[in-house]
């Protein structure tokens, strides 16, 4: 399988959400108003860039990049990735691979000096993160944001 990775556009929102629904599958999918709005507003976010990993037309993965310019560090920013997800039929096949060293390129070209994620706290996750050179260097926290209706 050939794997290219690129920037995503507009036509891949479907597959996008296609692999959104794999990796939160208790989420409630986004109606197409809702996901096109969402899109167009990261389409205009300044060092935001969604990656895909195409193989031979089927987007298959995908990693949420942002560059966050930095006081610290000579003013060097950093890349934060997110929402990393390789179609299930797809996974063991270096989907994942290449979309971190995607990430890491975006990342140098960018004037990062790191790029930093999250992992879900499983082993095959950490192993995976690990042998494409990244390390567990410190330990997260999350809050989480009640959504209030009215």
Not at 16 to 39: F, I, M, Q, T
Not at 61 to 66: E, I, K, P, Q
Not at 68 to 84: C, D, H, Q, Y
Request: contains cysteine; glycine residues 10%.
């Amino acid at each position: 399988m050939k794997i290219t990775v690129r920037s995503a556009v507009g036509a891949d929102l479907p597959s996008l959400l296609a692999l959104y629904g794999e990796l939160n599958p208790d989420d409630a999918p986004l109606s197409r108003e809702k996901a096109d709005a969402v899109w167009a507003a990261i389409s205009r976010q300044q060092g935001r860039t969604v990656l895909v990993a195409d193989a031979e037309g089927d987007v298959v993965g995908t990693a949420d990049c942002l560059v966050l310019p930095n006081l610290t560090r000579g003013g060097r920013a950093i890349l934060f990735v997110e929402n990393v997800v390789v179609a299930e039929a797809s996974q063991r096949r270096g989907v994942g691979r290449e979309l971190m060293q995607a990430a890491v390129q975006l990342g140098a070209s960018t004037g990062c000096y790191k790029v930093q994620l999250l992992a879900a706290d499983d082993e095959y996750v950490h192993t995976f993160y690990e042998s494409c050179g990244f390390q567990a260097r410190a330990e997260g926290f999350r809050r989480y944001i009640e959504q209030h209706d009215g």
